[in-house]
């Protein structure tokens, strides 16, 4: 009898894009699918030709195509005066929305026009994923719950996740990922998305690894990293939209009395998580730039194991450490106070000739990973939608009308009610 081949290892090179955003990326289709596609151009570098590779782009990077088709209103500067404008502006879309669903306007304003920008997110991921030739983790975006209906998908009222979608080299779905914890700024005060459950997590076997999702502060959570660890994710992906200037201060659930400096805190996340060997490697990209009034800033990083990233390097305001097998400097160096200050000169509306000025980045690390050893995971129906979606076997609901919200014409002083919501910022 023949001994089976051993399988061979699966070596993988793993890219982090961090791009630089602004409120006139997302206004319109085109400008939207240059934005992606310059961080692909940004990737092609890094790629490994006739390799597998592993892209990973930044949390959040389908939330301002909220923006779409509203250009005219970022002279209003912030992103609270732009909503309201935009929900006034689209109130024969949104309206309906807010009383059929009976959600708040942030979110009926989002599910307006969530399945035309859904479909421009997920087919810009899909070219690019084909062209490329690469695993795409397309970052992270507010997207619906869909269910497949012979040609036409069905959305599940009410309900936005923070959500990640991985591609793999033919552009075909791999599979989807909810945002379990969201910060304060994704629930209801802010853009009012829909916490995932922590049950549905899963790890998707592929040549580029056996790929887990927590975004942002799920990577944070001992809940989900116990979870996709049990489940033999090898390689972690964190895409990350930090709103905030880096060298700040932060204090978030369940501890918000704990402040500590941004960076300190990021220690607790993907770089963590491979220096206790829970998973071996994580890729976290991080988006930087000013949108509207909201600031976004970080430093990308590829993590691994201590003896494979032996050279000490950290997060700037942290000391020096091993386990960095990439890691993107910040902007400029300097004492502690002058790393503060330089965080609040970028910041958005600062006024200093420094403001916007941030550090675009791609980052690479080779990864060397056991061979694959669970089958995947069966499929949802919203990941079955997708699917069907992406190959143009189904498309999104279309547009409803003004007619939808007559019967409730004499409830359109709720948008007066709305102008109170909305001045809460995202």
């Known amino acids: 009898m023949t001994a089976p081949t051993p399988q061979a290892p699966r070596h993988v090179r793993a890219v982090a894009v961090q791009p630089h955003w602004s409120a006139r990326d997302f206004t319109t289709p085109d400008a939207f699918r240059r934005w992606m596609r310059a961080q692909l151009d940004m990737a092609r570098p890094h790629l490994q030709e006739g390799g597998v590779n592993l892209v990973v782009l930044t949390e959040l990077n389908g939330l301002p195509l909220v923006l779409r088709g509203g250009g005219w209103a970022l002279r209003l500067r912030t992103f609270e005066r732009v909503a309201l404008a935009l929900f006034l502006a689209r109130l024969p879309r ?3 929305v807010l009383l059929r669903e009976r959600v708040s306007p942030i979110r009926a304003l989002q599910l307006a026009d969530i399945d035309t920008n859904t479909e421009l997110y ?3 991921c899909r070219e690019l994923a084909r062209e490329y030739g690469v695993y795409l983790c397309c970052g992270s975006a507010p997207m619906p719950r869909y269910t497949r209906h012979g040609e036409v998908l069905r959305r599940a009222p009410g309900v936005l996740t923070n959500q990640t979608v991985l591609l793999d080299p033919h552009g075909d779905l791999i599979g989807v990922t909810d945002k379990v914890h969201l910060t304060p700024d994704e629930e209801a005060g802010g853009v009012d998305l829909t916490p995932g459950d922590l049950s549905d997590l899963r790890v998707f076997p592929t040549p580029a690894g056996d790929l887990g999702v927590a975004i942002s502060l799920d990577a944070f959570r001992a809940d989900v990293i116990g979870s996709l660890a049990a489940q033999g994710c090898t390689v972690l992906l964190q895409p990350d939209a930090n709103g905030a200037p880096w060298t700040s201060q932060e204090g978030l659930p369940p501890d918000p009395a704990r402040v500590r400096d941004q960076p300190v805190a990021w220690l607790e996340s993907s770089w963590q998580v491979t220096a206790q060997r829970q998973i071996p490697y994580a890729v976290n990209p991080m988006v930087v730039g000013n949108l509207l009034d909201l ?6 990083a590829i993590t691994g194991p201590a003896e494979q990233a032996p050279s000490l390097r950290s997060y700037v305001l942290t000391d020096p450490r ?8 910040w902007v400029t160096e300097g004492t502690p106070d002058e790393l503060r200050q330089a965080g609040l000169d970028r910041a958005a509306h600062s006024g200093h000739p420094l403001e916007n000025e941030y550090r675009e980045d791609t980052l690479h690390a080779d990864l060397t990973l056991p061979p694959a050893a669970r089958p995947a995971p069966p499929r949802t129906p919203h990941e079955d939608a997708l699917d069907a979606l992406l190959r143009g076997e189904a498309h ?10 007559l019967p409730a014409l004499p409830l359109l002083a709720l948008p007066l009610l709305a102008l109170a919501l909305l001045r809460r910022r995202p």
């Open 94 to 96: 949104a309206l309906p």
């Open 122 to 124: 997920l087919r810009t």
């Open 295 to 300: 600031t976004f800033d970080g430093q990308s």
């Open 322 to 329: 091993p386990g960095f097998l990439a890691l993107a400097p």
């Open 396 to 405: 999104a609901p279309r547009p409803g009308t003004w007619r939808a919200a």
